[in-house]
């Protein structure tokens, strides 16, 4: 014997149902978003402030990089790709600027005995300034402190 079909309940079919739960998914997403996008990206005179400072911590860290491998060459060698992603990470950062100056920043103190150790200390007090920063940014520009701050904890864990 074969089973007979369910009977349908009275009122909506399933196609229509769908369509109709659909419907309110589309128009529930449509009303929980509070801003446009330009809205959420517009950058305040402050948020400017703060990447641009963020430009000139990376700028220092990439001075730093530079002195790290004057002071130890086979230090220098071994931490070239990091040093490349370190300008990278500049070049991004000063893009997500835009028409901002950044300020002047101050090379870091030269490296002293244990070149290494100094390196990682501005690797990680560079990654923590941005990643404190990125909680104070929007958008893009609060991804960009972040992931260049996640890559800079990676650094941090190579040069251990």
């Given amino acids: 014997m ?19 739960s659909a419907a309110g998914v589309a128009l ?8 446009s996008t330009e809205e959420r990206d517009k950058v305040t005179s ?20 530079a002195a790290a491998a004057a002071a130890d060459a086979g230090l ?6 990091l040093a490349g992603q370190a300008s990278e990470q ?19 103190p030269a490296p002293g ?7 990682r200390e501005q690797v990680s007090a560079t ?7 990125c909680l104070e940014q929007t958008g893009a520009r609060a991804a960009l402190l972040g992931s260049i701050a996640a890559g800079l904890r990676g650094q941090d864990g190579r040069l251990a």
């Fill in 76 to 81: 220098g060698g071994a931490v070239a790709d």
């Fill in 2 to 20: 074969s089973p007979t079909p369910a009977s349908r309940p009275p009122g909506f079919s399933r196609r229509t149902l769908l369509a109709a």
């Fill in 113 to 119: 005995p244990n070149a290494r150790a100094w390196l």
């Fill in 28 to 35: 529930l997403a449509a009303g929980c978003t509070s801003s």
């Fill in 127 to 133: 990654a923590t300034s941005h990643a404190t920063a």
């Fill in 46 to 65: 402050e948020q400017a402030d703060d990447l641009a400072a963020q430009v000139a911590a990376q700028q220092s860290l990439v001075a730093a990089f």
């Fill in 90 to 108: 500049l070049d991004r950062l000063r893009a997500a600027a835009g028409g901002t100056k950044s300020s002047t920043s101050s090379s870091p």
